[in-house]
């Protein structure tokens, strides 16, 4: 049987909060920005065919929502018939329900 293939594509928020994350890091290692930035496009790109290997985010308790971890990094993203949609990438550290609200 084929594994099917879903289309990853990241939300604007996301890719800004992966390049703040990014230029964190860079302030202390370039070298561990670079690593950051290669985990977390690896991680995205794997759930094409891997999409429910996340866990449900717990706070969300919805199916359709997951998350990965990536260093310290919770990458989310929706799962759709056929695509999946990178959320965010916020530090682990941070207040998920704030960051949901947009705050």
């Given at each position: 049987?084929?594994?099917?293939?879903?289309?990853?594509i990241w939300?604007r928020?996301?890719?800004?909060?992966l390049d703040?994350?990014?230029?964190y890091v860079a302030?202390?290692?370039?070298?561990?920005?670079?690593?950051l930035?290669e985990r977390?496009?690896?991680?995205?790109?794997s759930?094409?065919?891997?999409s429910?290997?996340?866990?449900?985010?717990p706070?969300?308790?919805?199916?359709t929502v997951?998350?990965?971890?990536?260093?310290?990094?919770?990458?989310?993203?929706?799962?759709?018939?056929?695509?999946?949609t990178?959320?965010?990438?916020?530090?682990?550290a941070r207040?998920f329900?704030r960051w949901w609200r947009?705050e």
């Amino acid at each position: 049987m084929a594994t099917q293939r879903r289309e990853v594509i990241w939300t604007r928020r996301a890719r800004d909060a992966l390049d703040e994350a990014a230029a964190y890091v860079a302030q202390d290692s370039p070298e561990r920005a670079v690593d950051l930035i290669e985990r977390a496009l690896d991680a995205a790109e794997s759930l094409d065919t891997l999409s429910e290997r996340g866990r449900i985010v717990p706070e969300l308790d919805n199916p359709t929502v997951r998350e990965i971890l990536v260093q310290k990094y919770r990458l989310l993203y929706e799962v759709a018939a056929s695509q999946i949609t990178v959320l965010g990438f916020l530090h682990g550290a941070r207040d998920f329900n704030r960051w949901w609200r947009g705050e």
